[in-house]
């Protein structure tokens, strides 16, 4: 037997816990396009990506080939204290909608970070560790990514410096607590610490940031600092593959009780618990051996699949990053400032995108009131106060759920909980009282925007 052959399943430990990750490029038949060089527009190699990722991580980066990596021992005993995490069946859900449908929701939320996110950054942090570093840099928008990865890094005694969207990091005062409390250094961005910090600031007084700034900065401290490197927490091929143990646990549940899905549902940001969700239903789906609906959710206010181009694109704003392939809404684009429902990265990770230019997924945008009234009825019944961005997802699971009443169809409908929504409160205080809106962005405003895509042969 090759490895291509075989099955998930003899990679389960006895806890059915996975013991490899997952790599659905290897199954792709049209890969994902390579990231490329900003300067030579030449595909990056692992000797271009080594200064600003960790070694491992750049050759998990580069890897269309291995179905299967190996989770180390380390980062499997770290994985123990909250996984596998729960597949719930939404019986008071559906009995409160009086649907035929089967409703069930993988739970990412029961861990300290309050979402999916700590599944990349404990993997991350432990390559840093392999490597010698001393520390790590990111950025953070909603605080999500640089909780998780404050703990993940705490766990192996590293150093982690977050530049914090400094919009959020005034509003979200709870959450940048929290990342110092896991010992992380947080500084709002744009920054003076960094040339390009001060450069946006000269050129934008006033700004209160945007994560493709922060990407920036945080790029720029960890190419100079020796012992440093820099993380992401979505996009990138490596995030997929670390979030791919949320679909094999996912597969492994419903397989132990014969339960075929008819649609998977996700929300997508930058596309990492999506593209995890659906990996081995993908493989399987690509490979002709079973046929799912895949829908990723996305907000009206920042609709990268919907309404973007699919083009090579800057990942920051400073264009110091390689450039993706990616269905994107160009660097430049911030979603308007009363969008509260985060999800508001400019583009779409490579592999999502090339799956859904194949037609081999649908997706649907949102407007944010009506994600928050989902939300809600979501977390009536349910026992759980979702985060804005898995409400998303939550959305349209409970208007397939309903469609369901008018045929009668007893479907099977899987979404992914990504997290909690505790620190999203004033968020969901702007719902109740009614001042929250629904942007969208106009043509118009988009097309200034595609502009500024670079032009690539
Ligand atoms: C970050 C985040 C997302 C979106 O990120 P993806 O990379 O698209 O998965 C969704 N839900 C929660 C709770 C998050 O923290």
Same mark, same amino acid.
């Not at 979505?234 to 094999?248: E, F, T």
């Not at 992914?416 to 969208?440: C, N, P, R, S, W």
């Given at each position: 037997?090759?490895?291509?052959? &075989?099955?998930?399943?003899?990679?389960?430990?006895?806890?059915?816990?996975?013991?490899?990750?997952?790599?659905?490029?290897?199954?792709?038949?049209?890969?994902?396009?390579?990231?490329?060089?900003?300067?030579?527009?030449?595909?990056?190699?692992?000797?271009?990506?080594?200064?600003?990722?960790?070694?491992?991580?750049?050759?998990?980066?580069?890897?269309?080939?291995?179905?299967?990596?190996?989770?180390?021992?380390?980062?499997?005993?770290?994985?123990?204290?909250?996984?596998?995490?729960?597949?719930?069946?939404?019986?008071?859900?559906?009995?409160?909608?009086?649907?035929?449908?089967?409703?069930?929701?993988?739970?990412?939320?029961?861990?300290?970070?309050?979402?999916?996110?700590?599944?990349?950054?404990?993997?991350?942090?432990?390559?840093?560790?392999?490597?010698?570093?001393?520390?790590?840099?990111?950025?953070?928008?909603?605080?999500?990514?640089?909780?998780?990865?404050?703990?993940?890094?705490?766990?192996?005694?590293?150093?982690?410096?977050?530049?914090?969207?400094?919009?959020?990091?005034?509003?979200?005062?709870?959450?940048?607590?929290?990342?110092?409390?896991?010992?992380?250094?947080?500084?709002?961005?744009?920054?003076?610490?960094?040339?390009?910090?001060?450069?946006?600031?000269?050129?934008?007084?006033?700004?209160?940031?945007?994560?493709?700034?922060?990407?920036?900065?945080?790029?720029?401290?960890?190419?100079?600092?020796?012992?440093?490197?820099?993380?992401?927490?979505?996009?990138?091929?490596?995030?997929?593959?670390?979030?791919?143990?949320?679909?094999?646990?996912?597969?492994?549940?419903?397989?132990?009780?014969?339960?075929?899905?008819?649609?998977?549902?996700?929300?997508?940001?930058?596309?990492?618990?999506?593209?995890?969700?659906?990996?081995?239903?993908?493989?399987?789906?690509?490979?002709?051996?079973?046929?799912?609906?895949?829908?990723?959710?996305?907000?009206?206010?920042?609709?990268?699949?919907?309404?973007?181009?699919?083009?090579?694109?800057?990942?920051?704003?400073?264009?110091?990053?390689?450039?993706?392939?990616?269905?994107?809404?160009?660097?430049?684009?911030?979603?308007?400032?009363?969008?509260?429902?985060?999800?508001?990265?400019?583009?779409?990770?490579?592999?999502?995108?090339?799956?859904?230019?194949?037609?081999?997924?649908?997706?649907?945008?949102?407007?944010?009131?009506?994600?928050?009234? /989902?939300?809600?009825?979501?977390?009536?019944?349910?026992? &759980?106060?979702?985060?804005?961005?898995?409400?998303?997802?939550?959305?349209?699971?409970?208007?397939?759920?309903?469609?369901?009443?008018?045929?009668?169809?007893?479907?099977? &409908?899987?979404?992914?909980?990504?997290?909690?929504?505790?620190?999203?409160?004033? /968020?969901?205080?702007?719902?109740?009282?009614?001042?929250?809106?629904?942007?969208?962005?106009?043509?118009?405003?988009?097309?200034?925007?595609?502009?500024?895509?670079?032009? &690539?042969?």
């Amino acid at each position: 037997m090759t490895t291509k052959e &075989i099955p998930y399943k003899i990679y389960l430990e006895e806890n059915e816990m996975p013991q490899a990750w997952y790599n659905l490029r290897a199954d792709m038949i049209n890969k994902p396009a390579p990231l490329i060089h900003p300067g030579t527009h030449q595909p990056m190699t692992l000797e271009d990506l080594a200064p600003v990722f960790c070694e491992e991580l750049c050759k998990q980066e580069l890897n269309n080939e291995d179905p299967f990596i190996e989770i180390p021992q380390e980062i499997r005993d770290f994985y123990k204290m909250y996984r596998p995490s729960p597949l719930v069946r939404a019986y008071c859900l559906e009995e409160k909608l009086g649907t035929p449908a089967k409703i069930y929701y993988k739970f990412e939320g029961n861990n300290t970070s309050g979402s999916h996110k700590l599944n990349s950054a404990i993997a991350q942090a432990y390559y840093a560790k392999q490597q010698g570093l001393k520390g790590v840099t990111t950025e953070t928008g909603a605080g999500q990514w640089g909780t998780a990865l404050s703990m993940a890094c705490s766990y192996f005694d590293l150093d982690c410096k977050v530049f914090m969207v400094k919009v959020s990091y005034e509003q979200k005062p709870f959450r940048r607590e929290v990342m110092r409390t896991y010992g992380a250094d947080v500084t709002p961005s744009p920054s003076t610490t960094t040339e390009i910090g001060k450069k946006i600031l000269a050129d934008h007084p006033g700004t209160t940031g945007s994560l493709g700034c922060a990407i920036s900065e945080a790029v720029e401290v960890a190419t100079s600092t020796p012992g440093y490197r820099y993380v992401l927490g979505s996009v990138l091929n490596q995030v997929l593959l670390h979030q791919s143990i949320i679909g094999l646990e996912t597969k492994a549940a419903l397989d132990k009780y014969g339960i075929v899905p008819d649609m998977i549902i996700g929300c997508a940001g930058g596309g990492s618990n999506l593209g995890g969700l659906i990996a081995p239903f993908m493989g399987e789906k690509i490979k002709g051996n079973a046929d799912y609906r895949i829908v990723a959710v996305e907000p009206q206010s920042c609709p990268s699949f919907t309404r973007g181009k699919y083009a090579y694109d800057f990942c920051d704003t400073g264009m110091v990053c390689p450039l993706a392939k990616m269905y994107t809404l160009g660097s430049g684009f911030i979603p308007a400032a009363n969008h509260a429902g985060g999800l508001r990265y400019h583009g779409m990770s490579p592999v999502l995108s090339q799956l859904y230019d194949d037609g081999l997924m649908e997706a649907i945008s949102v407007p944010q009131t009506e994600v928050f009234a /989902a939300a809600e009825e979501f977390a009536r019944v349910e026992g &759980i106060l979702p985060a804005p961005e898995s409400s998303h997802a939550i959305k349209v699971a409970l208007d397939e759920a309903k469609k369901c009443i008018e045929t009668g169809e007893e479907k099977t &409908i899987v979404f992914g909980l990504t997290g909690t929504g505790y620190f999203d409160m004033v /968020a969901y205080e702007k719902f109740h009282d009614g001042v929250m809106d629904d942007y969208i962005p106009t043509d118009e405003e988009l097309q200034k925007y595609f502009e500024t895509l670079p032009k &690539i042969d």
